[in-house]
T-cell receptor, first 113, second 115 residues
């Protein structure tokens, strides 16, 4: 079935370091792709999305590009802050009409001052 | 807007007891989703509603779980009887529509512990 694979965490970085969190997907068609973020004690929030190949989603300094050839949607940020510490979820939806998100297992990011 | 509201935030109960989780979606949103988050299985969709009608309940684990949406501003997820393996964080989310371009807004979750 359709699935999302994320790199295992935690990812531990110092403030201002460059961030990459890998995400690859398996799908029979052409899904829409999402990154959600979960801050401690809160629900998930949409961070960015891309609906077709080569689209780049961006928000709050984070970026991810939909790569069909490598079935990937890696999340990047040039300079992380302590406030970016959270769990990041990659997800897909198969565009079947009703949105049914399939989530990865999440990657915890810890940023130290 | 207050966002998606869930109650209680934490619930501790004993095995065999009935548990009811509550959700108030964002006003005007036509879709409501219930998710379960565990360390072992990650985030799973249990059921979703459109205009108060259950559309897809294929993710509901077993008959002990039931969900209702009696009106546009309220939904419940009930577990009866509860078991220790039901311990998880349960999230409710709502969206205006359910197309791939739409955004789901999540509540803060209910952390359920079944002893």
């Amino acid at each position: 079935g359709d699935s999302v694979t994320q790199m295992e965490g935690p990812v531990t970085l110092s403030e201002e370091a460059f961030l990459t969190i890998n995400c690859t997907y398996t799908a029979t068609g052409y899904p829409s792709l999402f990154w959600y973020v979960q801050y401690p004690g809160e629900g998930l929030q949409l961070l960015l999305k891309a609906t077709k190949a080569d689209d780049k989603g961006s928000n709050k300094g984070f970026e991810a590009t939909y790569r069909k050839e490598t079935t990937s949607f890696h999340l990047e940020k040039g300079s992380v802050q302590v406030s970016d510490s959270a769990v990041y979820f990659c997800a897909l939806d198969m565009n079947t009409g009703f949105q049914k998100l399939v989530f990865g297992t999440g990657t915890r990011l810890l940023v130290s001052p | 807007d207050a966002g998606v509201i869930q109650s209680p935030r934490h619930e501790v109960t004993e095995m065999g007891q009935e548990v009811t989780l509550r959700c108030k979606p964002i006003s005007g949103h036509d879709y409501l989703f219930w998710y379960r988050q565990t360390m072992m299985r990650g985030l799973e969709l249990l059921i979703y509603f459109n205009n108060n009608v259950p559309i897809d309940d294929s993710g509901m684990p077993e008959d002990r779980f039931s969900a209702k949406m009696p009106n546009a501003s309220f939904s419940t997820l009930k577990i009866q009887p509860s078991e220790p393996r039901d311990s998880a964080v349960y999230f409710c989310a709502s969206s205006l529509q359910a197309r791939s371009t739409d955004t789901q807004y999540f509540g803060p979750g209910t952390r359920l512990t079944v002893l």
